[in-house]
């Protein structure tokens, strides 16, 4: 075995030195196989060049994750044989859309990555939703970061890479993290089509597997919302670990007092939500959680009317959603002089400097 450092043109970028067992942290060597091995004896396969360091001993916050794992082990029936090259065992998606993407991958004549196309309203939300199987461009948002050269970035949830590609786009140099072995290799198809460079790593928001003091910058949109409170305050507590002193993070949440939220809410009796359901937070709430986690914290607004409105995306939208997307947008321009507006927006981003 060797260590990471030793390989300075590994598979695993310039990321060599951040990666860490996500179980003990302790560091990692490469196998003569090619797994990962920690200090402890922890193994971690590594498929295609990406490492994969889900762990498996933990309840999972989505089921893929267990598919992304048993793909990567090479376990019995764990390969889905009609496109192998395409992991669409671990996409989460249904037996149709997988038969979609199966078609949509045997023609020239598609313009984006078939995976990209059948998960983009899984990704970017219920306003997508016409666009499954159709998409013609890839709805690349602009992200609410400043321009950077050489900062470092994680991107925890990033799927198929759209807020990755958006990053680097910025002159970040960054990390994306997903449990979906699938929708990786999906964005880094893109990011060699792109010409950027990007690292991809399968694992889980809870557990990162990365150093302490890794990353200038860590982003998440529409991902943490959708675990346990529990579970979102760890991946603050992680977030605030790995970044760097002076480190920022920027990471989108819904408001339960939205105008959507709360009729979302009233349809479940306002239960809590199970599963991979969204689990709604007040600002207030908000605040708290990422100042006892990372450090002092604000919120901006996102959108109102929904979670994953975008108005770069526009364009693509029905008319009826555009009008949508540009009251939201007008209202989002009044909360910086109206600042209470924040307080009924279904989508908000939380920014906090990690304190030395």
């Known amino acids: 075995m060797a260590d990471l450092h030793e390989f300075p043109h590994s598979p695993f970028g310039m990321r060599n030195t ?4 996500p179980k003990d942290l302790t560091g990692l060597t490469l196998g003569y196989d090619g ?11 590594v498929i295609d060049g990406v490492p994969v360091l889900l762990r498996d001993d933990i309840d999972l916050t989505i089921d893929l994750a267990r598919a992304s794992m048993s793909r990567a082990r090479d376990e019995p029936g764990s390969i889905d044989e009609r496109r192998a090259d395409l992991y669409l065992e671990s996409l989460g998606i249904s037996e149709a859309e997988k038969n979609m993407l199966v078609a949509l991958s045997g023609t020239d004549s598609r313009k984006v990555d078939p995976v990209i196309s059948v998960l983009v309203a899984a990704t970017n939300g219920i306003a997508y939703k016409h666009l499954v199987g159709n998409l013609s461009e890839l709805p690349i948002p602009h992200i609410r970061l ?5 900062k470092v970035m994680l ?8 807020w990755s590609i958006a990053a680097a786009r910025k002159g970040y140099r960054v990390v994306g993290i997903d449990p979906s072995l699938g929708a990786i290799m999906a964005a880094k198809r893109l990011a060699k089509q792109l010409g950027l460079t990007i690292d991809y790593i399968c694992a889980d928001a809870r557990h990162l597997p990365f150093r302490d003091n890794s990353f200038d910058t860590v982003f998440s949109y529409s991902v943490i919302q959708h675990f346990s409170k529990d579970a979102a305050t760890q991946t603050f507590t992680e977030t605030g670990r790995v970044l760097k002193a002076s480190g920022n993070c920027l990471i989108q949440m819904p408001n339960y007092l939205g105008i959507r939220n709360l009729n979302q809410l009233f349809r479940r ?6 599963g991979f359901e969204v689990r709604y937070w007040g600002i207030k709430e908000l605040q708290n959680a990422f100042e006892r986690c990372i450090g002092p914290a604000k919120i901006s607004v996102h959108c109102y009317f929904g979670l994953g409105l975008e108005p770069t995306d526009s364009h693509l939208m029905p008319h009826r959603v555009r009008w949508v997307l540009a009251i939201s947008e007008s209202l989002r321009r009044l909360s910086t002089k109206l600042p209470w507006l924040a307080n009924v927006a279904d989508s908000v981003y939380v920014s906090a400097v ?3």
């Open 269 to 274: 009796n306002f239960a809590e939500g199970t």
């Open 155 to 162: 991107d925890i949830g990033c799927s198929w890479g759209r």
């Open 146 to 150: 400043p321009q950077a050269t050489g």
């Open 35 to 45: 797994a990962l091995l920690c200090e402890r004896g922890h193994r971690y396969p």
């Open 354 to 356: 990690k304190q030395a």
């Open 18 to 21: 951040m990666l860490s067992c």
